[in-house]
């Protein structure tokens, strides 16, 4: 048995949407994004498991070195802050199980205009939205129209409407001419 501990830190980060709170690790938590927007959907994590146990916790989403926690409606940061870093830091020492998604970054399928549009989201927007504690998933392009999901902090956000539409969709329609617009897919 080893003797050696690490020190796990932990320290927060306000996300653009309020509802949502990003609590970072100074360990790798998982290389893919999983998202567990509802309590039952997180039945095969014992992480999320764990933290749907809280009454003021309503989404949990996994990406890199952090997990970003959304609050139920009437909760106050400044009460739940605490007790949720407490959680996680404990969380992560003790290797609380995430589960993985088996899909690879950069294993991009389809036709040409497909493969270039699904490039530029991994390496133009999923740095800067994993940034703000979420994550964005290509769906679909079909007549000009990009389909994404939005996860994380980013979804249900205020600011994701002007991100999609005055960031994203610039953007593609930019580097790509054949996009006309860019659409989020309900959840």
Known sequence: M???TSNINVYTEGTPNPATMKFLVNKLLTNNSVDFATKESAEKSQFAKELYKFNFVNGVFFANNFVTITKTEGSDWADI???LKEFVK?????????QEVEAEQGNFEGTDTEIKIQQILNDYVRPAVEQDGGAISYKSFNEGIVTVELRGSCSGCPSSTITLKAGIENLLKRMVPE???VVSEAL
């Open 81 to 83: 802050e605490p007790i």
């Open 90 to 98: 404990g969380a992560v020492e003790s290797e609380l199980k995430i």
């Open 2 to 4: 080893s003797t050696t």
């Open 179 to 181: 996009v006309t617009e």
